[in-house]
């Protein structure tokens, strides 16, 4: 296509959906265990009002819509064990005892459990080769974040701990659903230091 080769010296440079990561600033050493995710999304039903024969529509209020974030599990890091300490961390007590029973998971102890969860998009990084031919490479570039979405007090909706299986030989998944009150947008949030 003609545009790939009229923007700047490199051409055209397309967002990937497999250049992501997810941060839990809460649960470490999860970041390369995310599979999927989706972005944040939101919806803002109209509200109508009805004159004569005409409908008037108005914007209504901003929702924002669950994320929903597929990991892999793993002996080390446990990925399930982590959501499983998250739970508890929130405040959640098994009911194995009457004291138990007056335990409660609130807002505040569920988000501390978890924190601003961060989806980043990054571009390829690279090799940094000085222009000389045949010289051996000087370092590597690191990759831009070009897009960091910050799911503002997020905490967990459900966790799924994946199926077993005796005739599959597929990875174990844990599917994890997140609510958050919203979602800020930064587009080059900065380099990736991992």
Not at 17 to 33: A, D, G, S
Not at 58 to 75: M, N, Q, R, S, Y
Not at 159 to 175: M, R, T
């Given at each position: 296509?003609a545009?790939?080769?009229?923007?700047?010296?490199?051409g055209?440079?397309?967002?990937?959906?497999?250049?992501?990561?997810?941060?839990?600033?809460?649960?470490?050493?999860?970041?390369?265990?995310?599979?999927?995710?989706?972005?944040p999304?939101y919806?803002?039903?109209p509200?109508?009002?009805?004159?004569?024969?005409?409908?008037f529509?108005?914007?209504?209020?901003?929702?924002w819509?669950?994320?929903d974030?597929?990991?892999?599990?793993?002996?080390d890091?446990?990925?399930?064990?982590?959501?499983?300490?998250?739970?508890?961390?929130?405040?959640?007590?098994?009911?194995?005892?009457?004291?138990?029973?007056?335990?409660?998971?609130?807002?505040?102890?569920?988000?501390?459990?978890?924190?601003?969860?961060?989806?980043?998009?990054?571009?390829?990084?690279?090799?940094?080769?000085?222009?000389?031919?045949?010289?051996?490479?000087?370092?590597?570039?690191?990759?831009?974040?070009?897009?960091?979405?910050?799911?503002?007090?997020?905490?967990?909706?459900?966790?799924?701990?994946?199926?077993?299986?005796?005739?599959?030989?597929?990875?174990?998944?844990?599917?994890?659903?997140?609510?958050?009150?919203?979602?800020?947008?930064?587009?080059?949030?900065?380099?990736?230091?991992?």
């Amino acid at each position: 296509m003609a545009f790939f080769n009229q923007i700047g010296a490199g051409g055209f440079q397309p967002k990937r959906k497999f250049r992501f990561l997810v941060v839990f600033p809460k649960l470490t050493n999860l970041t390369f265990m995310a599979k999927a995710a989706a972005k944040p999304s939101y919806d803002m039903s109209p509200s109508e009002h009805n004159v004569l024969n005409h409908v008037f529509k108005f914007p209504g209020i901003v929702k924002w819509e669950d994320v929903d974030i597929t990991l892999i599990d793993a002996v080390d890091p446990n990925t399930g064990s982590k959501f499983w300490n998250a739970l508890r961390n929130s405040g959640y007590v098994t009911p194995g005892s009457e004291s138990a029973l007056t335990h409660g998971v609130t807002k505040v102890g569920a988000h501390a459990a978890l924190g601003n969860v961060k989806i980043q998009q990054l571009d390829g990084g690279g090799v940094l080769v000085p222009t000389d031919a045949g010289t051996a490479p000087i370092g590597t570039a690191s990759p831009v974040i070009v897009d960091e979405w910050v799911l503002n007090n997020c905490f967990i909706k459900s966790v799924k701990w994946g199926e077993l299986a005796y005739d599959s030989e597929d990875l174990i998944e844990i599917n994890v659903s997140l609510v958050y009150d919203f979602a800020t947008y930064a587009p080059n949030a900065g380099t990736y230091n991992g």
